[in-house]
């Protein structure tokens, strides 16, 4: 028996996730449609008000339902350095750590050949236009101590030095291979005061 074409669509659809594949797909659409119908309401006016409102603030690159996002706006922030972060949760875990008072930016991303995301993907040209602010005096690289995360703070090490920007990566206080979303506060803040310049 063939399903209804709205619910395959459906099940296609739940597919755009990462890690999703037919069977947690088709199981999410069961599960929303027989259990979780308000739930379902929810998720699908909350998904379309976020692709409406949403988009990427003008100075950090982070989401933002306005050209410059609150943490951009706060004039209390120490406007001297910037911090590159892979993703969102990444600059979110060192705001908990409350040991950062500077600007970030976040790639949305890291490089990653294999994958075919270069550094066009991952905004390089307006990191380089925010990182030559005249404000701007140390550039910090917090990706996380993948293998692309390592292969991304190299990149935009010396992309920024041959610029004459002044740049420091945070200190391997991490575990190898560590994901800055998954350390706890204390360890990020050691890894963050004791970074290095990077020569
Ligand atoms: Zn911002």
Redesign the pocket.
């Given at each position: 028996m063939n399903s209804p074409a709205v619910l395959e669509q459906l099940i296609n659809a739940l597919r755009c996730l990462p890690g999703v594949g037919p069977k947690s797909s088709t199981r999410m659409a069961y599960h929303l449609l027989q259990r979780d119908r308000e739930g379902a309401q929810r998720l699908a006016a909350s998904l379309q008000q976020a692709l409406d409102k949403l988009a990427y603030?003008?100075?950090?690159?982070?989401f933002?339902e306005h050209a410059?996002?609150?943490?951009?706006?706060d004039h209390h922030r120490d406007k001297s350095s910037l911090c590159v972060v892979e993703m969102p949760t990444d600059l979110m875990m060192l705001e908990n750590t409350r040991s950062y008072q500077g600007q970030?930016f976040v790639l949305m991303g890291k490089l990653s050949p294999m994958d075919g995301i270069g550094p066009k993907d991952i905004h390089l040209d307006k990191l380089l236009k925010r990182a030559q602010d005249a404000l701007v005096e140390e550039v910090i690289l917090a990706t996380n101590f993948t293998s692309e995360g390592e292969a991304t703070a190299h990149y935009i090490g010396q992309m920024l030095k041959s610029r004459g920007i002044k740049v420091s990566r945070i200190a391997r206080g991490l575990p190898m291979g560590g994901e800055i979303e998954y350390v706890d506060s204390g360890t990020l803040s050691t890894a963050l005061l004791e970074r290095k310049i990077v020569t």
């Open positions: 603030c003008d100075y950090c690159n982070n933002s410059v996002c609150s943490v951009c706006q970030y």
